[in-house]
């Protein structure tokens, strides 16, 4: 009987001591790194399996958001990893909550690699983002000086590219709901936007149903799950327009971040969807000067309309995105005056019908 | 009962720790920006001699202190900087608040608490990720010479909230300082 309860207890002591142990040996490695001091290089961050051959580690997922931000045309490729056994909480849809140890990629090419950017969110709770610097033969990829390199590269129509600073990190990632933008319920929904500018095939990326599906998004909103996220507009031109806005102006012109002051929303979002309009047509413009316009949408006129302005110039002084870019987006600017256009008319439309009301 | 006596001793005396802690002078100015000092930092640091314009006295040009810290003046209109030639990198106005250079043209900024023109509707963090992005808002536009950024960004959070403080309690001048201009081949 003393044997029995002596093996019983062995057993006991092997199997509640032993599980853990051997849970521990066998997980994935997850290394995560303090915020205030990046790796050295990309390798190190953990991107490749190989990074010799630039073999890709099995736990990462590819995504490509369906407004993507404009980066003078430069080809990207984007990463998500979270730690084992983790997953992002969404119960806060326009702000989800990823879990520590979340880390991001997104790689920049013009021709050739030339910066692949870096997110990490630290057992702090604090996000540290970084920029790695390819040779030019591609064979690696250093950490950027924190001040960033200017004139790193020619990106196209003989404008230069720029690899950021900490500080222009910061800039678009810390006035967001969310420090990461491009992966949220919009961005990676089943229903893409065919008149996006930019966006790659659906089929390049991990998409909100499959995450869901593989429970790496939990606490998703049931109206979300129950259909694609999708901005309400009245034409499809206008539902690439207000896309457009969200994924290259509504990181920082939201109602939730640093800038919210400013009472410009151009992101859209689950409990509001696209304020947009609302808060810029027949706007007065807080940013005055000699020859800029005085509202920040005139419906109909483009020339008069200061978001449009911004949008069209690369002036250094004037130009939004104020940071990022040195070339004008050709077709954000025509898919902007055909929206506007096209406001104008219903506008018309709208006053006609009210006359021939009034008549009647 | 000893030992209950003990514990509410030592209750007491965590909370009356706690208490004096709250009070300290660190806590207070935590609480409560140190508005001589930020004058002190704005009058050590000559922010007068770009955001203040000068005017021309009996003994040479002074600083217009009816117009403190107000930045470039409206009404003195430029489109175009001077031709720079030989040694010459930059050239300022007579007020000392517009400046020409390779950057184009830059404007001293109005730092008075001015709803509409100034720094009326900042708040200390606008300002803060100002200075330490060398962006306008954190965000914006960079800053131009010859604010010396750079040097200015050295201040901790904690003076930089003085000076800032300081600037709410000075003056309002309603003074729309004009929009930077890029040099031609920038723009």
């Given at each position: 009987?003393?044997?029995?309860?002596?093996?019983?207890?062995?057993?006991?002591?092997?199997?509640?001591?032993?599980?853990?142990?051997?849970?521990?040996?066998?997980?994935?490695?997850?290394?995560?790194?303090?915020?205030?001091?990046?790796?050295?290089?990309?390798?190190?961050?953990?991107?490749?399996?190989?990074?010799?051959?630039?073999?890709?580690?099995?736990?990462?997922?590819?995504?490509?958001?369906?407004?993507?931000?404009?980066?003078?045309?430069?080809?990207?490729?984007?990463w998500i990893a979270l730690p084992p056994g983790s997953a992002i909480d969404a119960s806060d849809a326009d702000a989800w909550r990823f879990p520590i140890g979340t880390k991001l990629w997104k790689e920049f090419a013009f021709g050739r690699r030339v910066e692949t950017r870096y997110m990490e969110l630290g057992g702090d709770g604090r996000w540290s983002y970084a920029t790695y610097a390819w040779q030019p033969d591609e064979s690696s990829a250093t950490l950027a000086p924190e001040g960033g390199v200017a004139a790193a590269c020619e990106s196209s129509r003989g404008a230069l590219h720029d690899i950021p600073g900490r500080f222009d990190c910061l800039a678009c990632h810390e006035a967001s709901p969310s420090p990461v933008l491009g992966f949220s319920a919009l961005q990676l929904s089943s229903e893409r936007d065919p008149r996006a500018p930019h966006a790659d095939a659906r089929e390049s990326g991990v998409t909100l149903d499959e995450?869901?599906?593989?429970?790496?998004?939990?606490?998703?909103?049931?109206?979300?799950?129950?259909?694609?996220?999708?901005?309400?507009?009245?034409?499809?031109?206008?539902?690439?327009?207000?896309?457009?806005?969200?994924?290259?102006?509504?990181?920082?012109?939201?109602?939730?971040?640093?800038?919210?002051?400013?009472?410009?929303?151009?992101?859209?979002?689950?409990?509001?969807?696209?304020?947009?309009?609302?808060t810029t047509l027949d706007t007065p413009a807080k940013l005055q000067g000699r020859g800029l316009a005085r509202q920040r949408l005139v419906a109909g006129a483009p020339a008069e309309s200061l978001l449009f302005q911004r949008l069209a110039t690369r002036d250094p002084y004037l130009q939004m995105p104020a940071l990022g870019t040195h070339l004008v987006d050709e077709q954000a600017r025509e898919l902007m005056a055909a929206w506007i256009a096209e406001l104008g008319r219903r506008e018309r439309n709208s006053l006609a019908h009210g006359a021939a009301g009034t008549r009647r | 009962m000893l030992l209950k006596?003990?514990?509410?001793?030592?209750?007491?005396?965590?909370?009356?720790?706690?208490?004096?802690?709250?009070?300290?002078?660190?806590?207070?100015?935590?609480?409560?920006?140190?508005?001589?000092?930020?004058?002190?930092?704005?009058?050590?640091?000559s922010?007068?001699?770009?955001?203040?314009?000068?005017?021309?006295?009996?003994?040479?040009?002074?600083?217009?202190?009816?117009?403190?810290?107000?930045?470039?003046?409206?009404?003195?209109?430029?489109?175009?900087?001077?031709?720079?030639?030989?040694p010459w990198g930059a050239a300022a106005?007579?007020?000392?608040?517009?400046?020409?250079?390779?950057?184009?043209?830059?404007?001293?900024?109005?730092?008075?608490?001015?709803?509409?023109?100034?720094?009326?509707?900042?708040?200390?963090?606008?300002?803060?990720?100002?200075?330490?992005?060398?962006?306008?808002?954190?965000?914006?536009?960079?800053?131009?010479?010859?604010?010396?950024?750079?040097?200015?960004?050295?201040?901790?959070?904690?003076?930089?909230?003085?000076?800032?403080?300081?600037?709410?309690?000075?003056?309002?001048?309603?003074?729309?300082?004009?929009?930077?201009?890029?040099?031609?081949?920038?723009?």
């Open positions: 009987m003393d044997h029995q309860r002596l093996l019983g207890a062995a057993l006991f002591a092997l199997v509640t001591l032993g599980t853990p142990i051997w849970i521990a040996l066998n997980a994935p490695r997850w290394t995560t790194h303090a915020s205030s001091s990046p790796p050295a290089t990309l390798a190190e961050t953990g991107l490749y399996a190989d990074a010799r051959t630039l073999t890709l580690a099995d736990v990462l997922l590819e995504y490509a958001p369906q407004y993507p931000l404009w980066t003078d045309g430069a080809r990207k490729r984007r995450l869901v599906a593989r429970g790496l998004v939990r606490n998703l909103p049931a109206e979300l799950l129950d259909n694609a996220p999708r901005i309400a507009a009245r034409s499809s031109v206008e539902r690439a327009a207000l896309g457009y806005l969200h994924g290259n102006c509504g990181g920082c012109h939201n109602s939730r971040g640093a800038l919210a002051e400013l009472g410009l929303d151009l992101a859209w979002s689950f409990e509001h969807g696209s304020r947009a309009l609302a | 006596t003990l514990s509410v001793l030592a209750v007491a005396g965590c909370a009356l720790a706690l208490f004096s802690l709250e009070r300290s002078p660190a806590a207070k100015s935590a609480a409560a920006p140190d508005v001589e000092r930020g004058k002190y930092l704005v009058s050590f640091g922010c007068n001699d770009c955001h203040t314009p000068l005017v021309m006295g009996p003994n040479g040009p002074a600083p217009d202190m009816t117009r403190m810290l107000s930045g470039h003046p409206s009404d003195l209109v430029l489109t175009q900087g001077p031709a720079l030639e030989g106005t007579h007020t000392l608040t517009g400046w020409s250079g390779p950057w184009g043209l830059s404007f001293a900024a109005n730092l008075t608490p001015d709803k509409e023109t100034g720094l009326g509707a900042w708040t200390a963090e606008d300002f803060i990720a100002t200075i330490r992005t060398g962006r306008h808002l954190g965000r914006g536009r960079p800053l131009l010479p010859p604010m010396p950024v750079h040097y200015v960004n050295t201040l901790t959070d904690e003076d930089l909230r003085n000076v800032f403080a300081y600037l709410q309690r000075i003056p309002a001048v309603s003074n729309r300082v004009p929009q930077p201009v890029a040099p031609a081949q920038a723009r």
